[in-house]
Nanobody, 126 residues
Framework: QAPLVQSGGGLVHPGGSLSLSCAAS????????VGWFRQAPGKEREGLGC????????YYVGSVKGRLTISRDSVRNAAYLQMDNLTPDDAAVYTC???????????????????WGQGTQVTVSS
C-alpha cells in the first residue's frame, strides 16, 4: 500500500466545502509535519498550508487563510484538509505530503525523501 493514501474530494458545488483525508500506512505520521498542496491545469504547484507533528502549529498561505483548516489525528495516523466557500478557482489536484519535522512558511521546500499522497482531483461546478 502507498505510504500516504488520500480520500475525499471529487465534485464540490460553488460555495461548498471540501474535505480530504491523508492516511499514513507503514510509518508513524506523527513524526512529521504534513503539508497540503494543489496544482491546477497549466499552473505550478501551490502550497496551501501545513500542520506540525504534534498538531500544535498550523500555517496557511494568505490566499486560503480563513477558508482552510488543516488538522490531524494521531490515533488514525492521518491528516485532514477542510476548505470552505469553494470557487471554480479552487479546482485542482490536491495532494498531501510529509514536509519535514517543522511547520513554517518554508513548508513548500519539501524534502527529497518526503512521502506523497496520490493526489485527488477536485472539481468545483454547479
Amino acid at each position: 500500500q502507498a505510504p500516504l493514501v488520500q480520500s475525499g474530494g471529487g465534485l464540490v458545488h460553488p460555495g461548498g466545502s471540501l474535505s480530504l483525508s491523508c492516511a499514513a500506512s507503514g510509518f508513524n505520521l506523527e513524526l512529521f509535519a504534513v503539508g497540503w498542496f494543489r496544482q491546477a491545469p497549466g499552473k505550478e504547484r501551490e502550497g496551501l498550508g501545513c500542520i506540525a507533528p504534534n498538531g500544535g502549529t498550523t500555517y496557511y498561505v494568505g490566499s486560503v487563510k480563513g477558508r482552510l483548516t488543516i488538522s490531524r489525528d494521531s490515533v488514525r495516523n492521518a491528516a485532514y484538509l477542510q476548505m470552505d466557500n469553494l470557487t471554480p478557482d479552487d479546482a485542482a489536484v490536491y495532494t498531501c505530503a510529509t514536509v519535514g519535522v517543522f511547520c513554517s512558511g518554508s513548508f513548500t521546500d519539501v524534502p527529497d525523501h518526503a512521502y506523497w499522497g496520490q493526489g485527488t482531483q477536485v472539481t468545483v461546478s454547479s
